[in-house]
Every structure is written in C-alpha cells, then in structure tokens.
C-alpha cells in the first residue's frame, strides 16, 4: 500500500514537471544560476580567508633587544615573550645574524665594508594567532624589559582584517538573497500546478485525504526540480572554478594568490547544494500548496 502511494506521488510529481516544461525550465536556470553565485560568494570568502589566513602567518612583529644587553641576557627574554597572549612563536635573531642577512640583501654595496654587527641590536620575530590584536601585543611586548621597540605592519594588518569582515557580511547578504530568490521562483513555478488543480485538490479534501496526501505530489516536483538545479549548478561550479584558477596560474600579476584545490572543497560544496536545492524546493512547494488545502 505504502510502495503504491509512493510510485503516485512519484509519477504525479514527474508529470507536473513535464507538463509545466518551461516553467520547470525557467526554476531549474534560476535555482542554477542562484546556486552558482551563492557558491562564488562563498568560494571567495573561503579563499580570501584562507589567504590572509596565510598573510597573518608571514606578518610578524619586530622586537628589539637593549643594546647593552649581552646575547645571554637577549637570549633568556625568550620565555618572557613566549607567555604573552596572542604569541603563537617566537624567533631569536643575534645581532651578527641579522647584519648577515643584511648584507645579504646588499650584497652589491660597498657602504658595509668598513661596518660590522655591533651597529645592530639583538632581536626577536614574534608570530601572532590573530593579527586584529597586533596593536595589543604591540604593547605587550614593549612592557617586557629588555625590549626598547617593537615593530609591525599594523595598517597593512588592519587591512586584512577590514577585508574579511567586508567579504564575509558581503557573502552572507548575497546568499540570504539569493535564497529568498530561489524560494520564490520555486514556489511560483509549483503555484501554477497547484492552481491548475485547485478543484481536484478541494474534491481530494472533501472525501477525506490528508493534508501530506495531497502534498507530496507537489514536494516531489519541488524536491526533484530542486535537485536538478544543484547538480547543474556545482558541475558548472566546477568548471567556473577550475577556469578561474587557470586564469590566476596564467597571470603573473596574481602569483601571490593560491585558490584552495576544488578537490579538498567538492564534497563539502556538493552537500551544501544538494541541501540547498532540496531545501528551496521542498519549502517552495509547501508555500505554494499552503493556501490551497485550506478547504
């Protein structure tokens, strides 16, 4: 009994597509086309974070030693430093180190020959977990004794962060948007079947069939529309993904930034629009049918 109501809702649920083709046409594009700009919007919030992520990493603040602190002495600041907050490590660089690298970077200046490290003090690379508090550990680390400055790229680390905040509000307006798009396109598309079906659908009521009886026809077509769309959607997600990183690899002018591999995000992105394209569906087709069981 149960298998033969199934296969009617199933049938009926196909037969309304097919005898709405353009209308079921037309939610298929939409939802397609919705799904396509959510999972932009949400690839580039995902890169970019993934990218400053990568920045914070290289972004460091500078400390530098008393120069009447001898390397000993530099050197036992260490734990000090290690304990503050939001200091995921730290590096020790000796002060003949750096005039070393120094020189390394001016290898074709005659200006260092008669110089030697003593002009230079004993310092520290400080790594951070969050770059938004630079400018408090800033502070942090110039309360330690033994550092007399401390440096770091606080507006460009502003910067990232102001960067993510915009493109993260941006990706959830956008994807709230395009959602209610897609619900009503959905909704509008079973609407037709429904209304085309009113007096069957108020006789059914009248004899006695339930609610989810005369529903599921309507969630069916919602739910396989819907699904259609996502799979349509994440294959040309796909391959809008995959040109793209093409396109960066190509252009020298983009060399510093690395997209995520489509493989470590497929099957996160494919369960996301599957869900999302049953989602619309099965509540586009409850609104559609919602007034017309009220019999």
Not at 157 to 168: P, S
Not at 226 to 251: D, H, K, P
Request: net charge negative; with cysteine; hydrophobic share 50%.
């Amino acid at each position: 009994m149960r298998f033969n109501r199934f296969k009617y809702q199933l049938k009926e649920g196909i037969m309304n597509i097919f005898n709405h083709g353009f209308m079921s046409l037309a939610s298929i594009l939409i939802t397609v086309a919705c799904l396509i700009l959510m999972g932009s919007a949400i690839l580039i919030a995902v890169n970019v974070n993934n990218i400053i992520d990568t920045l914070e990493n290289e972004n460091e603040i500078v400390a530098y030693v008393n120069e009447n602190y001898s390397t000993q002495e530099a050197q036992a600041l260490e734990p000090e430093l290690t304990r503050l907050k939001n200091v995921s490590g730290v590096t020790f660089v000796s002060r003949e180190q750096a005039f070393e690298d120094f020189k390394g970077q001016y290898s074709n200046s005659t200006l260092l020959n008669d110089l030697d490290s003593s002009i230079l003090r004993d310092r520290y690379v400080i790594y951070l977990d969050d770059l938004s508090l630079m400018e408090d550990t800033l502070q942090d680390v110039l309360d330690v004794q033994g550092i007399v400055k401390a440096s770091g790229h606080l507006e460009i680390a502003e910067g990232f962060v102001t960067l993510r905040n915009v493109v993260g509000a941006v990706s959830i307006i956008l994807v709230a948007v395009l959602l209610v798009i897609s619900l009503f396109i959905m909704s509008n598309t079973v609407k037709l079947t429904t209304f085309e079906r009113r007096e069957e659908i108020a006789i059914m009521k009248m004899v006695g069939a339930t609610n989810s009886y005369i529903e599921w026809p309507f969630v069916v077509e919602g739910m396989l529309l819907g699904l259609v769309g996502s799979l349509t959607a994440y294959i040309a997600q796909w391959g809008v993904y995959m040109l793209v990183g093409e396109q960066i690899v190509e252009n020298a002018g983009l060399s510093f930034l690395s997209l995520i591999s489509f493989s470590d995000l497929a099957v996160p992105l494919l369960i996301l629009f599957v869900v999302m394209g049953l989602g619309v569906g099965v509540i586009g087709s409850l609104m559609a049918i919602k007034k017309f069981l009220k019999v």
